[in-house]
């Protein structure tokens, strides 16, 4: 393993905060919101399925909705892009096809036909799970995309998620699983709270003394 050093991913990683007191006056085009989401959509998701779906809130009434829904949190409304975080949690049983479509014909026929229907049928709680888990590595590849391109980020889940899935009407089959707020910084974070060690946090092989 090569050690490790202050590359470019590194210093991202270690330089994100969440950021609350965004430049209302900092602007984002079109292209270049869809460009840092071109970059989250690269993050891993289970079966090649890609659960996530991104709800861009550029409309300022409907921005101000969602900040009455948000315990009134200045971010809905004063970043530069908001993004809702959802989950197609039926994405497994729409047209898994198209996300196999390059693979060999065996591979395919085996992960469509036989792996992914197998994995979640009946499974309720999984595939609810699943969106979750696959929005969460796709916000945090946005966070990452903003922080190397100059910007600021938060994510958010104060909020009341009916009120949320009321407001952008929501697919049934959808679930509302967080917010990014991206733009400027209008002033840099106080300092970081406490991180709790990190023996406290890794465990090896199994939780408890080793039998």
Not at 137 to 164: K, N, R
Request: with cysteine; charged share 25%.
């Amino acid at each position: 393993m090569t050690a490790l050093s202050n590359s470019p991913v590194l210093e991202a990683i270690r330089n994100r905060r969440a950021v609350r007191n965004f430049d209302p006056a900092h602007q984002m085009t079109e292209p270049e919101i869809l460009a840092l989401l071109e970059e989250a959509r690269l993050s891993p998701t289970a079966f090649n399925l890609q659960q996530f779906r991104f709800l861009v809130v550029s409309d300022p009434a409907q921005r101000r909705k969602l900040r009455e829904a948000s315990w009134d949190q200045p971010q809905v409304t004063d970043a530069s892009a908001l993004i809702v975080l959802c989950a197609d949690i039926k994405a497994w049983e729409k047209d898994p096809e198209q996300c196999w479509a390059t693979a060999p014909a065996e591979i395919r026929d085996l992960y469509v036909g036989k792996l992914i229907p197998e994995f979640y049928s009946g499974r309720p709680q999984l595939q609810r799970d699943e969106g979750v888990r696959s929005c969460g590595l796709a916000a945090y590849a946005l966070m990452m995309a903003a922080e190397a391109c100059g910007l600021q980020s938060c994510p958010m889940d104060g909020f009341d998620f009916d009120q949320v899935a009321e407001i952008i009407n929501l697919p049934a089959d959808h679930i509302v699983v967080m917010y990014v707020a991206i733009g400027r910084e209008l002033a840099a974070p106080g300092p970081r709270l406490p991180l709790l060690p990190l023996q406290a946090l890794v465990a090896f092989n199994r939780f408890g003394p080793e039998k």
